[in-house]
């Protein structure tokens, strides 16, 4: 049997405690793309976040997979989008202007239902309850 410690650095199988060490830095969306390069380092491809309930699937080599949770009780996503408004809330909690459980609570308002972040391409996309795009914004480097 191969110890855990030797699997995570062979396979770069990433924790959730790692994954919140990172998150914990970023305090404004200034700091979102050094927690890009760090989660990165550790071996993430790509993650997803529901707005739901803000539970983030993040995803490894090796169909290495981490769910980090629900981050809050679930809540309600419209059924129809609402880009514009959606882009607005998008910019105020860019700005610093909302905490994450406001920036989800607007996201339901306005129809997005989750969002992916793909390292390779260093994209966010948002997606509506029908699986349709709504914005893909490039993760400035």
């Given at each position: 049997m191969v110890p855990a410690a030797i699997l995570i650095k062979i396979y770069n199988m990433f924790?959730?405690?790692?994954?919140?060490?990172?998150?914990?830095k970023v305090r404004s969306g200034a700091d979102f793309p050094a927690y890009i390069r760090e989660i990165?380092?550790?071996?993430?491809?790509?993650?997803?976040?529901?707005?739901?309930?803000?539970?983030?699937?993040?995803?490894?080599?090796?169909?290495?997979?981490?769910?980090?949770?629900?981050?809050?009780?679930s809540?309600?996503?419209?059924?129809?989008?609402?880009a514009a408004q959606f882009r607005a809330d998008l910019?105020?909690?860019?700005?610093?202007?909302?905490?994450?459980?406001?920036?989800c609570s607007d996201c339901a308002r306005s129809g997005v239902d989750k969002w992916v972040i793909c390292m390779d391409a260093l994209?966010?996309?948002?997606?509506?309850?029908?699986g349709n795009e709504v914005?893909?914004?490039?993760?400035?480097q």
């Open positions: 924790t959730v405690a790692q994954l919140k060490a990172a998150h914990s990165g380092k550790l071996g993430v491809r790509w993650y997803d976040t529901f707005v739901i309930d803000g539970n983030s699937i993040y995803y490894g080599e090796g169909d290495h997979a981490v769910p980090t949770g629900a981050r809050y009780a809540i309600s996503i419209a059924d129809n989008c609402d910019l105020a909690h860019q700005q610093g202007k909302t905490d994450f459980f406001t920036f994209t966010c996309t948002y997606y509506d309850k029908a914005l893909v914004e490039m993760i400035p």
